[in-house]
């Protein structure tokens, strides 16, 4: 489905971006490679974290690649779907809190 929403990635994209901003494109892999070393967390719970956020994100790319990342790490399949949940609890529990904006407008 996202394959014909959304183009596929190819080295010839990544090539791209690199030639049109090189200075920039190095920076953020190196932004992304000291993001998800190993740290106070270890680099399986990060790629939870970030599957959780690519869900809420909604960035197929996202999915596809920390989904990849978090099982070559070691997670499991269902360590990943729980995170997905508590993506889902989240965005959920976004529109809950806000009905208070809502709920204020009704009383005036």
């Not at 990544?14 to 901003?21: G, I």
């Not at 967390?41 to 959780?52: F, G, M, R």
């Not at 965005?91 to 904006?101: D, L, N, T």
């Amino acid at each position: 489905m996202t394959d014909a929403m959304y183009p596929a990635t190819t080295p010839e994209l990544a090539n791209r971006r690199k030639e049109l901003a090189p200075g920039v494109h190095e920076a953020f892999q190196e932004f992304s490679r000291a993001v998800f070393a190993d740290g106070a967390l270890p680099e399986v719970t990060k790629q939870l974290i970030a599957v959780a956020v690519a869900h809420t994100t909604q960035c197929p790319y996202c999915i596809k690649g920390h989904t990849r990342a978090a099982k070559r790490k070691g997670a499991t399949a269902e360590q990943i779907m729980e995170a997905i949940w508590v993506a889902a609890e989240m965005r959920a529990g976004g529109a809950y809190a806000h009905s208070a904006i809502a709920l204020h407008e009704l009383e005036k």
